[in-house]
Every structure is written in C-alpha cells, then in structure tokens.
C-alpha cells in the first residue's frame, strides 16, 4: 500500500517535533547541493520517507494544497503587467511576474486560510510583506562564505534572530528587473522624467542651465520634439508638448501615468534618465537622490526604480526656505551605476554597494492568508513594493533524482509532469545540480547528453529522463518514477477527459516501464476525488 503524507499535516507534525536540521539524519538538500538548501522542518517527515528508499521500494503519494505553506496576507500587494493587484484578488489566468521578471499565469488560487500564524518580514529599506510562518526566503547567513545562500522558512529565521547576541540579518538576492516588452506610449520617456523632474507643472517647458540645458535639449529632440529658448534663458520650451500633457492628464498633476511604470526596460531607464539628471543629484560616494514635495511622484520613482531591480530607500523630511517649514519634502535614496545620462552625474553613479536586501522578521499575529499558484517553471512569483521572489520548494523534484543516483548510478529516474516542458525543466535542475557538484558526488555525465530531458551517468548507465503525461517512453524502464503535477489546474481537474487521460497513461505507459524493486514517488495537489491518487 502506497504511504500517503499531506503536506498539512507533516507541517504540524515537524513544528511539534522542533526538528534540528543538524542533527536531523535524514535526506536533505544541504547534502544533496553542498549545504547551499535547509529544507523547513515539515520536509524532514517526506525526507524520512524518500531515505527509505535505502531499505526497498517506496511508494509514496504527497498531496497539498496549491503553494501550501508559502501564503501571504490576502492584501499583499503583486506587481501585474497592467499594476498592481492584492494577491487576494487574483483569479487562476491572471498575470503576474515571475521570480525572475518575466510574466507568468496564475493557474490556481487558494481558498482563504483563516487565522495563520503569520510574520512581518521587513527589508532594510523599510519594505514588509506579511507571511505565512512556513513561507521559504533563500538567504545567506555567513558572510565569511558570500556565494552560499540556503533556504529557510519564516518560523525559522525569526528563531535564530532571537537567539543570537549579535544579530546580523540574512542576506535575500536582489531580484531581477520587470522583462516586458516596449510600448507605444503618448510622450517619449526621457521628455516626459525631464518635466516631471524639473518642468513647469502648468506649461510645456522645463529648466536647466549651461552644459545641463544643452545635453538635455538635445535628448528631448532626439525623440522627435523641437525645442526653442524661453525668455528666461534658463527655461527651455518644447513645442506641442503641453498639449500632450493636457491629453494625459497631467498638467497641474505631475504623476508618472501606470503605462509607463510598465513599458519595456529601455523605455522605464529613459524616465529614470530625464527624472535624475533634472531633479536627481549624485553624491561623491555614487549615491544618488530624487528628492521632491510630491509624495506620489516620488513613491512612483521608487517604484519605478523597483521595476528596474534596484532597492532604494524612502525617506520624509521637512523642506526649508530661509528658515521657513514650508511643508514635508520626501527623498528616494539608491545605488545604481545607469541612474543618469547626463556626463557629469553619470561619471558619479556607481552599482549597488548594498544592491541585496538583509530582513528582519517580527510576529505579525494571526492573519487571513492565501496562496496562488503560477504557470513558471521555477514556481515563483514576485510580492511587495520591493517586488521580492518568493520561494518554493524543490526537495522531491530537484534534489531526490541527483540523491537517488548517487547512490545508484547504474540506476534510471523518469519524471513526468503535466507537460514536457514543465518536467524537463525539473530534469534540467537535477542535471545542473549534478554537473556543479561532480567532485562531492563521483559522478559525471555523458558527454553525449546534452539535453535537459534525457541525460546520462558516464561509465554507470545510469540517468534520467522527462517527459509529459501522455508522451511515449522508449529505452530502458525507470527504478525511481517521479510524477509531479499530473493534472495542472482545478479547471483541467473538474474534466472527466483530463483525469481519465492521466490515469489511463499512468496504467498503460508510465506503470509498465517500473524496474522490479523499483519506487514511485506522486506530488500533486488534490483537485478532485477522482484523480490519479484515488
């Protein structure tokens, strides 16, 4: 009879236990990858079981619900292609992006999980996004080893924050900037961060001075304006534009319209060019400031800078003239080596010296939470204003093939998913893992498998291979049989075709090509009654 494991469950069941991952003997990805993964403690009850592998056949089925574990609060907020959305308002086809930029699709979403025991998880920008306790941030934790990060969960990292005398936050990667494709947008974007850093909010021209007046003429009329001299020889008139400015909606409201917070890289870098080298100033040490009294407009540079992967700093002060409070001031602090286009800040800028973000973690009571699932292979998402990649888990998918095989070499692994691409890209993971740790593991690959869906151990004939439900399997049958996901969303789980499609592949195809002795290992949410798992 096959073991079944709830991931809900287990989760209690390891908090209870108060697992000690360093003196926990089970499999972990820690062993697998050289200490670069700690799984959380409700995957030590699934290691067990997977370890038991040393002792003869597994059969072991682990369902949840969708990213169970790794929930927000239902009004987080999620960076879309069109905005922004609360993750509690999100639909399965929804939009969203990826951990590494890229837009993904929502393919599920989670009931609303009542009173969880959640945590505020800060950025040293002053950036929050309450999650669940069980939610995973891949961090680094020793600074004397900087290229090793390993994935903790909430509960975990807030313990040890407690714990330590000397507390120094954990290190979470910067993430990558928005990839989106360019648009048609009503006003070129470098002209348009020139009035909004330094442009009469009621007109059509801007103010600049000597070198400054001349670089930045001459970029506006590289996007198709013409300029002319004001009466004030330090403000510059650009033809046609407070027409546009006045179709837009922006004069006497200086705001950066949604469609340009979302445009493609170069067109979001070009606002950010005419914003600083108008309004922006660069500091000896390369920092570079936006300071102005509009708080949207400034909120909106931080977002924009966020877009672009950059972190940055909001700070409220009071401005002055001569002497007088003249009301709050709000300043946008950041590192980033292409903030300007002007010579002279541009000369200034420098990268990020502290480009990565360093958490704090803090109880944050019992929350309403909820969890989506997306289409990306990598299972992340992007959340909060800093627009931080959230983390999932790859214990069973990634790491159990590449520990499977170095302990039987000469031994075959097949996993198969809802769709090819999805499982080849698990098999691409597993392959990358091996070849980076050849050294601790003995082992090497063919060099005649180049494939992330087919690829071979040198000298043992061992290997694995990916493929979808519904593909044909040729060659040698597996000893380990991965199945991920058979059925990708609710919406394919409530046809009758779609699960009986799964189930007959799996009887016909998948069954058949078990090596006597060999294993099976099923990781799916449960959509409906009558799935694979029935």
Same mark, same amino acid.
């Given at each position: 009879m096959?073991?079944t494991l709830?991931?809900?469950?287990?989760?209690?069941?390891?908090?209870?236990?108060?697992?000690?991952?360093? @003196?926990?003997?089970? &499999?972990?990805?820690?062993?697998?990858s050289?200490? /670069?993964?700690?799984? %959380?403690p409700?995957?030590t009850?699934?290691?067990?079981e997977?370890?038991?592998?040393?002792?003869?056949?597994?059969?072991?089925?682990v369902?949840?619900p969708? /990213?169970h574990?790794?929930?927000?609060?239902?009004?987080t907020?999620?960076?879309?292609?069109?905005g922004?959305s609360e993750?509690?308002?999100l639909?399965?086809g929804?939009?969203?992006? %990826?951990g590494n930029?890229?837009v993904?699709?929502?393919?599920?979403?989670?009931?609303?999980?009542?009173?969880?025991?959640?945590?505020?998880?800060?950025?040293?920008?002053?950036?929050?996004?309450?999650?669940d306790e069980?939610?995973?941030?891949?961090?680094?934790?020793?600074?004397?080893?900087p290229?090793?990060?390993l994935r903790?969960?909430?509960?975990?990292?807030?313990?040890?924050?407690? /714990?330590?005398?000397?507390f120094?936050?954990?290190?979470?990667? %910067?993430?990558?900037?928005?990839?989106?494709?360019?648009?048609?947008?009503?006003?070129?974007?470098y002209?348009?961060?020139?009035?909004?850093?330094?442009?009469?909010?009621?007109?059509?021209?801007?103010?600049a001075?000597?070198n400054?007046?001349?670089?930045?003429?001459?970029?506006?009329?590289?996007?198709?304006?013409?300029t002319?001299?004001?009466?004030?020889l330090k403000?510059?008139?650009?033809l046609? &534009?407070? $027409?546009t400015l006045?179709s837009?909606? &922006?004069?006497?409201?200086?705001h950066?319209?949604?469609?340009?917070?979302? $445009?493609?890289?170069?067109?979001? !870098?070009?606002?950010?060019?005419? &914003?600083?080298?108008?309004? +922006?100033?660069?500091s +000896?040490d390369?920092?570079?400031?936006?300071?102005?009294t509009?708080?949207?407009?400034?909120?909106?540079?931080?977002e924009?800078?966020?877009?672009l +992967?950059?972190?940055a700093?909001?700070?409220?002060?009071r401005?002055?003239?001569?002497?007088k409070?003249?009301?709050?001031?709000?300043?946008?602090?950041?590192?980033?080596?292409e903030?300007?286009s002007?010579?002279?800040?541009?000369?200034?800028c420098?990268?990020? @010296?502290?480009r990565?973000?360093?958490?704090?973690?803090?109880?944050? +009571?019992?929350?309403?939470?909820?969890?989506?699932?997306?289409?990306?292979?990598?299972?992340?998402?992007?959340?909060?204003?800093?627009?931080?990649p959230?983390?999932n888990?790859?214990?069973?998918?990634?790491y159990?093939?590449?520990?499977?095989?170095k302990?039987?070499?000469?031994?075959?692994?097949? !996993?198969?998913?809802?769709?090819i691409?999805?499982?080849?890209?698990?098999?691409?993971k597993?392959?990358?893992?091996?070849?980076?740790?050849?050294?601790?593991?003995?082992l090497?690959?063919?060099?005649?498998?180049?494939?992330?869906a087919?690829?071979?151990?040198?000298?043992?004939?061992?290997?694995?291979?990916?493929?979808?439900?519904?593909?044909?399997?040729?060659?040698?049958?597996?000893?380990?049989?991965?199945?991920?996901?058979?059925?990708?969303?609710?919406?394919?789980?409530?046809?009758?075709t779609?699960?009986?499609?799964?189930?007959?592949?799996?009887r016909?195809t998948?069954?058949?090509?078990?090596?006597?002795?060999?294993?099976?290992?099923?990781?799916?949410?449960?959509?409906?009654?009558?799935? !694979?798992?029935?």
């Amino acid at each position: 009879m096959p073991r079944t494991l709830l991931i809900s469950e287990a989760m209690q069941k390891g908090r209870a236990r108060g697992v000690d991952w360093l @003196r926990t003997p089970a &499999l972990t990805a820690a062993y697998l990858s050289r200490g /670069r993964w700690l799984p %959380a403690p409700h995957l030590t009850l699934i290691a067990e079981e997977i370890a038991k592998m040393r002792d003869g056949p597994v059969f072991l089925i682990v369902t949840m619900p969708p /990213r169970h574990g790794k929930a927000c609060a239902v009004d987080t907020p999620v960076p879309t292609p069109s905005g922004w959305s609360e993750i509690g308002k999100l639909k399965p086809g929804d939009s969203v992006f %990826a951990g590494n930029g890229t837009v993904t699709t929502v393919i599920a979403v989670s009931d609303v999980w009542k009173d969880r025991c959640s945590y505020r998880v800060k950025n040293d920008t002053g950036s929050q996004v309450i999650v669940d306790e069980a939610h995973e941030w891949p961090v680094r934790l020793d600074r004397k080893r900087p290229d090793v990060f390993l994935r903790h969960d909430t509960y975990w990292l807030h313990d040890r924050q407690l /714990r330590m005398r000397e507390f120094r936050a954990p290190m979470l990667e %910067a993430p990558d900037g928005l990839q989106l494709p360019e648009t048609i947008l009503p006003i070129p974007p470098y002209t348009l961060g020139v009035w909004l850093g330094d442009g009469c909010s009621a007109s059509g021209y801007f103010t600049a001075v000597g070198n400054d007046q001349d670089w930045i003429r001459t970029r506006i009329e590289a996007e198709g304006y013409i300029t002319r001299n004001h009466s004030d020889l330090k403000n510059t008139g650009v033809l046609g &534009l407070q $027409a546009t400015l006045r179709s837009a909606g &922006l004069l006497r409201r200086k705001h950066i319209p949604p469609g340009y917070l979302r $445009a493609g890289k170069a067109q979001r !870098l070009a606002l950010l060019h005419g &914003l600083i080298d108008t309004d +922006g100033s660069v500091s +000896g040490d390369g920092q570079v400031e936006f300071c102005n009294t509009n708080r949207l407009l400034v909120q909106q540079v931080r977002e924009l800078l966020a877009s672009l +992967g950059v972190k940055a700093s909001l700070i409220e002060g009071r401005a002055t003239l001569n002497g007088k409070d003249c009301g709050p001031k709000y300043r946008v602090l950041f590192y980033f080596d292409e903030a300007a286009s002007l010579p002279r800040k541009r000369e200034r800028c420098q990268p990020g @010296r502290r480009r990565n973000h360093y958490l704090t973690i803090e109880p944050a +009571g019992l929350q309403d939470t909820v969890c989506i699932q997306v289409s990306h292979p990598s299972h992340t998402f992007l959340v909060g204003e800093a627009m931080l990649p959230t983390c999932n888990s790859e214990l069973i998918s990634h790491y159990t093939p590449v520990w499977f095989l170095k302990n039987w070499p000469f031994k075959r692994v097949i !996993l198969s998913s809802y769709q090819i691409g999805f499982a080849s890209e698990w098999g691409g993971k597993a392959k990358a893992t091996l070849i980076e740790n050849e050294a601790d593991l003995g082992l090497t690959l063919s060099t005649d498998t180049k494939a992330k869906a087919r690829w071979n151990i040198r000298g043992y004939g061992g290997g694995m291979v990916s493929t979808g439900i519904g593909g044909s399997l040729t060659g040698r049958g597996g000893d380990l049989i991965i199945i991920d996901d058979p059925i990708r969303s609710q919406m394919e789980a409530l046809s009758p075709t779609y699960r009986e499609r799964a189930k007959e592949w799996y009887r016909a195809t998948l069954r058949t090509r078990l090596q006597p002795g060999g294993s099976i290992i099923i990781l799916q949410t449960r959509w409906h009654e009558d799935d !694979l798992v029935e």
